[in-house]
């Protein structure tokens, strides 16, 4: 479930949405979006309807004004889930190019990367096998990806 908000800091009208919503003005809502809370899985956000436009992924949160997600305005058209939780979802990550070095399979999320053993800065290959996946990179002191 995502929850959008017309206000900053999640007042204003609210749109709930379940699922995919290809045009927010069909639901009465206007295309302004100032705070979104993100209470389940991972969406895409387009900036016109019909999942047109520039693409925004939020991830489970809340998002007090639209700073946090684009830092240009606050249109937004229409959403739908990310599907990365399939039945049949895998993923592997490689050290090296063209699929080589070390190798780390994931079949669920994985918030910090060192604490599965892997010992790089970064990631230079990705497979995805089955339903798919959303691959965040997040630089921080030790360099380390999200996934």
Request: proline letters at 3%; aromatic letters at 14%; a negative charge.
């Amino acid at each position: 479930q995502i929850t959008l908000y017309e206000g900053q800091h999640f007042t204003g009208r609210k749109l709930e949405i379940f699922g995919d919503c290809d045009n927010f003005q069909d639901r009465g809502f206007m295309n302004r979006v100032n705070s979104i809370r993100v209470e389940s899985g991972a969406w895409v956000c387009f900036d016109h309807p019909d999942f047109r436009g520039q693409q925004f992924i939020l991830e489970h949160g809340d998002y007090p004004d639209f700073f946090r997600w684009n830092g240009h305005n606050d249109h937004m058209g229409s959403c739908r889930p990310v599907g990365m939780h399939g039945e049949h979802f895998r993923l592997e990550i490689f050290e090296g190019c063209n699929f080589t070095g070390q190798c780390l399979e994931f079949l669920e999320d994985c918030p910090f990367l060192q604490s599965q053993g892997w010992t790089r800065s970064c990631v230079n290959a990705v497979k995805v096998y089955g339903d798919g996946a959303a691959v965040e990179e997040q630089v921080g002191e030790a360099g380390a990806c999200v996934v």
